[in-house]
């Protein structure tokens, strides 16, 4: 049988990058032989030539801009997450398309962080264009790409509107000073009911554990959202410096909630849907989804921070090394960061805003929704959320397995 | 057929003929065999030596290198073998299930309609129909049926079937009966396939030499359709086995009823621990086919696959 050679750009380079590898083992890992052989930066070569079992980081490089003269930018988003009318365009991206003369191609196409991540890895780990200029992942996702250098450098000067970054927003542990992301729309987790089930309301995490509840729970398994409430819940400061032990106790509390069967059912977004056919009374939940399940299937649903602390995420754009088109990216930043656009799109998804002025422009749109403390909270509501810190690969690595043993029963 | 090419030759004045037949019944079977090698083979080498691959160290998330760590076969067998025992005991309790529904369905529809072609194909198409539908939407309508304030559930609450704090969704049975539905077509299907076409005068025949309808249906029809129920049942058992939707618990199943492939995907997607995912994938593949191997044995019927 005659063996075709490879075909795929993606499988030729994974071979040529093998067999550079092994050349430079040969050559005594000779700087310039490893180069050569490589033709990457000499970020990877120290690594790669102390030990060759270690972590070889990719000193990956950004693909050269060709912003200027292809007016065009993907951009992947989660879902409900962009202003629609009722033909179902987005009024505020189609005006930045005919303000900016940018074709925008915008993919409702991230339903969740893992697998998003584990569809373009691969891609990512090469410097590959995987097929989107922008995307807006979870905070956690993209504190792992940064760590990973999977991300293209912002050029602030681009985005001028980045001043109106809100400050509880502006230094993340993994990005100070926001040099490689950009917030796009934030949120809380904390608890929420059906307030004719639940008529009394629910207060802290431990009514969460009350019998009247019993099989009636529902928990996230976004891991940071669930264990974090439950960390705040025994008193550990989740920004700060915890460690195995912290983690360890919020784990035991959590397995016997799940199998003494209070808890009925740890799930992603289809939480809603448990919250909307009854199988659960009370949840931990996200706090834009409240507001939407009781505009869509009537008004009987309350959230509230937790008395013991919330938790504050961020989805945050990243221009990946692959990508093409990060001018274009940042034209499209810099245009949701003007608070009037802002202002227009937090009307409309109801999650946290990270544009200053936001709120002042929301107020002649409509003062309700700029007084509600989900979409803008005041420095109050701020203080009783909690940003789960960044964690080291090793703990990632431990954390989520000891979370998915509790998800999968085994 | 190809394959007759490659039969012995009877005579030697025929084998140049013969022997360039056999040059076209490869040629023939080109495509098949790339299609395997790239499709099936290849990946499944690949997937060998994941499973035997060690973590970098001091690597990122999801960082391994080629070696063989055999270990990864115990540490994956250990950490899910309940989950493994779970999903090959649903997938049985689920192909049962659907055997018992779907003969009778397949056996009115190929045998007691055959004066009615219409009405055959009919109902042959309502069979289908359901697939006409998302599998993970017909899962969710399910999830909705059997909900807490569903229509079921307080019903069986009132005819005390069901305790007052009972519920159905995230249970076994939930699970087992989402397999059973959702499987059903490639049941019938096959079934009917053989008992459509079927001779009755064999039955009659049965009933001639004075067997009861239930000896004929034990001694003539099931034999008569025991191709179509080996062919069902590994249609229905083998995807049954590595079904993950079902029992998910954003579906029908709960932390209480994960089957190993929910264990295969949150080391595949969430935890990126693709080792112990290739490990446990390779488990899955050996048990099926050993259960399968017996069954086809035990079922003597060799020669029909």
């Not at chain 1, 784990?251 to 059912?265: H, K, L, W």
């Not at chain 2, 072609?117 to 006409?132: E, N, R």
Request: charged letters at 15%.
């Amino acid at each position: 049988m005659p063996l075709q050679p490879p075909q795929d750009p993606m499988i030729i380079e994974a071979i040529k990058h093998s067999q550079a590898m092994q050349r430079a083992k040969r050559l005594g890992m000779t700087r310039r032989g490893f180069l050569g052989a490589v033709g990457l930066g000499a970020g990877a070569l120290t690594l790669a030539a102390c030990a060759p079992t270690t972590a070889a980081k990719a000193a990956l490089t950004p693909a050269t801009d060709v912003s200027a003269t292809e007016k065009t930018l993907v951009w992947d988003n989660w879902p409900s997450y962009m202003d629609e009318d009722d033909e179902g365009n987005y009024p505020t991206l189609v005006a930045f398309q005919q303000q900016s003369g940018i074709t925008v191609t915008y993919n409702v196409a991230v339903d969740d962080n893992n697998t998003y991540y584990a569809k373009v890895k691969d891609q990512l780990a090469l410097g590959q264009d995987i097929g989107t200029d922008t995307v807006c992942l979870t905070d956690w996702m993209v504190a792992r790409l940064v760590r990973l250098g999977y991300i293209q450098t912002l050029d602030h000067a681009k985005i001028p509107n980045i001043s109106n970054l809100s400050s509880a927003f502006a230094n993340p542990d993994f990005d100070k000073g926001r040099q490689l992301s950009l917030p796009w729309q934030g949120g809380f987790a904390g608890i929420c009911w059906n307030t004719e089930k639940v008529p009394n309301g629910l207060k802290s995490i431990s009514d969460l554990w009350s019998p009247d509840l019993k099989g009636r729970v529902g928990v996230l398994s976004e891991m940071r959202d669930t264990m974090g409430l439950i960390m705040l819940s025994q008193g550990v400061d989740i920004t700060g410096s915890w460690g195995d032990n912290e983690y360890g106790k919020a784990v035991d509390a959590f397995t016997e909630q799940v199998s003494n069967g209070q808890v009925r059912n740890i799930k992603g977004n289809q939480y809603l849907n448990d919250l909307q056919n009854e199988d659960t009374f009370a949840a931990i939940c996200w706090s834009g989804d409240i507001t939407s399940l009781n505009a869509t299937a009537g008004n009987k649903w309350q959230f509230a921070i937790p008395d013991s602390g919330g938790t504050l995420w961020n989805d945050t754009f990243v221009v990946p090394m692959g990508s093409k088109h990060k001018a274009n990216a940042e034209a499209v930043m810099n245009y949701y960061y003007e608070p009037e656009v802002a202002a227009e799109l937090a009307a409309w998804v109801n999650y946290i805003s990270p544009v200053d002025g936001a709120k002042e422009a929301m107020d002649a749109i409509d003062p309700d929704l700029a007084s509600n403390q989900l979409i803008f909270p005041d420095a109050d509501t701020l203080s009783t959320v909690h940003i789960f810190r960044t964690l080291t690969p090793t703990e990632e690595t431990n954390y989520d397995a000891q979370f998915q043993k509790i998800l999968l029963g085994s | 057929m190809a394959f007759t090419a490659f039969s012995t030759p009877t005579s030697t004045a025929a084998e140049p003929a013969v022997r360039k037949r056999s040059w076209i019944a490869l040629v023939l079977l080109l495509p098949g065999i790339l299609y395997l090698l790239l499709f099936f083979i290849a990946p499944l080498i690949s997937l060998i030596f994941t499973s035997f691959q060690q973590p970098v160290i001091d690597g990122d998330i999801g960082q391994y290198s080629a070696g063989f760590q055999w270990q990864n076969y115990t540490d994956a067998v250990g950490q899910y073998l309940p989950l493994i025992f779970r999903a090959f005991g649903y997938a049985i309790l689920a192909t049962v299930f659907a055997l018992v529904i779907s003969y009778p369905m397949a056996y009115f529809i190929g045998v007691k309609m055959r004066r009615w072609p219409l009405a055959q194909s009919l109902l042959l198409t309502l069979v289908i129909a359901p697939f006409f539908i998302s599998f993970l939407l017909r899962t969710l309508a399910w999830k909705q049926i059997f909900s807490d304030e569903g229509p079921v559930v307080p019903v069986l609450k009132a005819l005390s079937v069901l305790p007052t704090d009972g519920h159905i969704t995230g249970t076994p049975f939930a699970v087992v009966f989402g397999l059973t539905y959702n499987f059903i077509p490639f049941m019938t299907l096959p079934l009917y396939a053989v008992l459509e076409r079927m001779d009755v005068r064999y039955i009659e025949a049965g009933a001639d030499l004075y067997a009861s309808p239930w000896t004929t249906f034990r001694k003539v029809t099931i034999p008569l359709s025991m191709p179509g129920i080996v062919s069902g049942t590994l249609l229905t058992f083998i995807p049954a086995a590595g079904d993950y939707i079902n029992a998910s618990n954003d579906f029908l199943g709960s932390s209480q009823t994960s089957m190993v492939g929910n264990a295969i995907e949150a080391n595949f997607l969430v935890l990126q621990n693709y080792p112990i995912a290739a490990a446990l994938s390779i488990v899955l593949m050996a048990v099926i086919l050993i259960i399968v191997g017996i069954y086809v044995r035990r079922a003597g019927t060799e020669d029909l696959i």
